[in-house]
């Protein structure tokens, strides 16, 4: 990458690919001694390369992250997914072979089966829970959804709004919020990701929000590196927001303790996301607070990394079908009724990856399952 930056190499088909492979999963400078900041140049690295990439893949890639960046044509394209699956155009495209001649039989298999609309962007406490049922609210959070949970799992909002009020918090998930910018981040467009960056610390700032929390943590990864990301260029350009992820602060909070969970006697498989493990540090959090939930037992995977990594399950399938079957093989053994992640990607590579193997598994945020065990009445 030094070579690259300062015209020692040349960017050929040989070193796109090699760095291409490369998952950016940042295990390796978790345990680096010298502390090099290894995810950062990956970034600056693709960035560079962007230009030097076939027209093609330019185009393609381009489009994509433009449709990740317009949060009303998710919105949009959600009704268009929905029907799509409803109408039977999916079962015709997929046997009539149209999927692969696009090239779209990978994204295709990834879809979740969409089930209810998104909810809006702009949202409260009180828009989720019906206020007689709502104890006195004592802090107000940020929240920020991401541009994809809401079609991969609708009720994870809710979910985590139930559970944060239920723990004496009142949410706010303020209007005019875009893609956190993960996206663009990591393949080689980050002038949008500074841009998107700056849109949205501006949404909270606008809202007097100083502590957001997210559900994600692919998208925390990102969203920490806000302060670095924003544009020097624009007025008030520091943050002085703190991101946390959701599960995290939760249990921060010992809001939520085993006597508030219905037990729920069952296997669930538990894989916590590389982003989590080497970069925001939710972990441990996460499995202890699913252990609030009486008589469960969470069979922790194989902690590499599923393979989803971002982009990487749809630009590296082979490589990246590889890595999954590794994490599913152990699922063989277990009989498990859930299978839970943090992250958005790999619970989308994931899934597919259950599907393939005929195995009848729900795949969950923990957040989810916490709120689906939560007593009613019980409040902090």
Not at 281 to 303: E, F
Request: charged content about 20%; glycine content about 8%.
């Amino acid at each position: 990458m030094q070579a690259l930056a300062l015209g020692r190499l040349e960017a050929d088909s040989g070193l796109l690919t090699h760095l291409d492979r490369c998952l950016g999963c940042q295990a390796c400078e978790k345990v680096c001694p010298s502390e090099v900041h290894y995810g950062q140049l990956m970034d600056c690295s693709r960035d560079l390369l962007t230009a030097h990439r076939p027209w093609l893949a330019r185009l393609k890639r381009a489009g994509a992250l433009y449709l990740v960046s317009r949060p009303t044509l998710w919105r949009r394209g959600w009704r268009l997914l929905r029907l799509y699956q409803r109408s039977g155009l999916q079962t015709l495209f997929r046997y009539s072979g149209l999927l692969r001649l696009l090239g779209l039989r990978r994204l295709d298999a990834l879809l979740p089966d969409i089930k209810s609309p998104p909810i809006a962007a702009a949202t409260t406490a009180a828009d989720i829970i019906e206020p007689a049922a709502r104890p006195s609210l004592r802090h107000r959070v940020g929240l920020f959804t991401g541009c994809m949970e809401d079609i991969v799992n609708g009720t994870l909002r809710q979910d985590t709004i139930r559970l944060l009020d239920h723990a004496g918090y009142t949410v706010q998930t303020p209007a005019g919020l875009g893609c956190c910018g993960a996206l663009h981040q990591h393949n080689g467009d980050l002038a949008m990701a500074r841009y998107l960056a700056q849109i949205n610390s501006d949404a909270f700032k606008r809202a007097g929000l100083d502590t957001v929390l997210y559900l994600s943590s692919g998208c925390g990864v990102t969203l920490k590196d806000y302060p670095s990301l924003t544009l020097p260029a624009l007025p008030d350009n520091t943050t002085d927001i703190e991101f946390v992820e959701a599960i995290q602060f939760l249990w921060n909070t010992a809001a939520l303790r085993p006597e508030h969970f219905k037990p729920l006697a069952t296997n669930v498989a538990w894989l916590s996301p590389c982003s989590q493990r080497h970069v925001t540090g939710g972990q441990k959090a996460s499995r202890q607070l699913l252990a609030c939930i009486p008589d469960i037992t969470v069979i922790d995977l194989n902690n590499d990394c599923c393979g989803a990594a971002g982009s990487y399950m749809l630009t590296q399938p082979a490589l990246s079908t590889s890595l999954r079957d590794e994490v599913l093989e152990s699922l063989q053994h277990h009989a498990v009724s859930h299978l839970l992640t943090a992250n958005v990607g790999c619970a989308l590579h994931l899934a597919d990856g259950l599907r393939r193997r005929g195995l009848e598994i729900e795949v969950l945020h923990p957040l989810t399952l916490l709120a689906r065990q939560l007593k009613e009445g019980l409040r902090t």
